[in-house]
């Protein structure tokens, strides 16, 4: 099990995830791709990155817009495993993005 963040260490880290916001016991992103096809890109990329670390975000897909949610379900909130998550999928947004 991981530990959970406070809520210092929560806004802590978003802080350096400008574009994600807290939601409850998640983090949370919506992102806009300049294309269906993209954000499907950016989805396989991120379902890649999710299998290597074992910890994978909730992903809802509308046309071309992406919103990730990423909570440690199994210890109730949000820990390291979700910023570094959330950081993975920041990378992949921006570069397609475009």
């Known amino acids: ?14 802080r350096n995830l400008p574009d994600w916001q807290r939601d409850g016991d998640a983090l ?7 294309s269906f096809p993209a954000a499907i890109e950016v989805v396989d990329r991120v379902a890649e990155l999710a299998e290597r670390s074992d910890h994978h975000p909730d992903i809802d897909i509308r046309w071309r817009t992406l ?27 921006r570069a397609l993005r475009g």
């Open 1 to 14: 099990m991981a530990n959970l963040l406070d809520d210092a260490a929560v806004s802590t880290a978003l």
């Open 67 to 93: 919103t990730f949610r990423c909570s440690t379900h199994s210890d109730g909130g949000i820990t390291e495993k979700d910023v570094a998550l959330a950081s993975g999928i920041s990378e992949f947004v």
């Open 28 to 34: 949370v992103l919506t992102a806009e791709l300049p």
